[in-house]
């Protein structure tokens, strides 16, 4: 246990019991725990292999490889259909935890066979097409398209679900409009 990581556990309202288990269990099977993104991550050799997080409705483990992983008791899902690498298997109590224990340490055992193996998900290029509105912007700015094009592939993919979210094309402009600072200084939308 890393006591930088306690804080999560300490604070946590909601599922304490079920994050005690779920703890318990990620760290039989040998992991580093480590905190990332303000929550407990578990690694195996520096690699993030699992991840526990809480919702309102459940907490979960989050296999960042999860879409490489048998999956043989088909309880893993896609949070979302952008999501393309990540798989979550969800709990609601502590019972649930409990039942699912041996395939839970299987589940996280294949993911570090799967990271051993060097095993990389192949994701899709340009999944979204990018607005019309965002596209004139970038002609139009190329100082834009070039703060653009400098941001990671997921902080891209995060402006363009932001902007194409919008029904109307107003608000896609002013969506653009009001991120275009926040692209230029290099940052994502959250950052």
Same mark, same amino acid.
């Given at each position: 246990?890393?006591?930088?990581?306690?804080?999560?556990? =300490?604070?946590?309202? %909601?599922?304490?019991?079920?994050?005690? %288990?779920?703890?318990?269990?990620?760290? =039989?099977?040998?992991?580093?725990?480590?905190?990332?993104?303000?929550?407990?991550?578990?690694?195996?050799?520096?690699?993030?292999?699992?991840?526990?997080?809480?919702?309102?409705?459940?907490?979960?483990?989050?296999?960042?490889?999860?879409?490489?992983?048998?999956?043989?008791?088909? /309880?893993?899902?896609?949070?979302?259909?952008?999501?393309?690498?990540?798989?979550?298997? &969800?709990?609601?109590?502590?019972?649930?935890?409990?039942?699912?224990?041996?395939?839970?340490?299987?589940?996280?055992?294949?993911? /570090?066979?799967?990271?051993?193996?060097?095993?990389?998900?192949?994701?899709?290029? =340009?999944?979204?097409?990018?607005?019309?509105?965002?596209?004139?912007?970038?002609?139009?700015?190329?100082?834009?398209?070039?703060?653009?094009?400098?941001?990671?592939?997921? &902080?891209?993919?995060?402006? /363009?679900?932001?902007?194409?979210?919008?029904?109307?094309?107003?608000? &896609?402009?002013? &969506?653009?409009?009001?991120?275009?600072? %926040?692209?230029?200084?290099?940052?994502?939308?959250?950052?």
């Amino acid at each position: 246990m890393n006591p930088k990581v306690d804080f999560y556990f =300490d604070k946590a309202k %909601q599922w304490p019991e079920e994050y005690e %288990q779920l703890r318990t269990i990620v760290l =039989d099977c040998g992991l580093e725990e480590e905190l990332k993104w303000g929550c407990p991550c578990y690694t195996f050799e520096k690699a993030n292999i699992v991840l526990i997080h809480g919702f309102k409705e459940y907490c979960a483990l989050l296999f960042f490889k999860g879409a490489l992983l048998k999956d043989t008791k088909g /309880i893993l899902i896609q949070q979302t259909k952008s999501v393309q690498s990540a798989r979550q298997i &969800r709990f609601t109590n502590v019972k649930e935890i409990a039942k699912l224990k041996p395939s839970l340490k299987a589940y996280i055992y294949e993911a /570090i066979e799967v990271e051993k193996a060097g095993l990389k998900v192949e994701l899709k290029k =340009d999944l979204e097409p990018i607005p019309e509105e965002f596209q004139k912007a970038l002609h139009k700015n190329a100082k834009l398209k070039t703060a653009f094009k400098a941001l990671t592939p997921g &902080r891209q993919r995060a402006y /363009i679900l932001f902007f194409s979210a919008a029904k109307q094309s107003t608000t &896609r402009e002013a &969506r653009i409009e009001k991120s275009t600072p %926040q692209i230029l200084k290099g940052k994502g939308l959250n950052d």
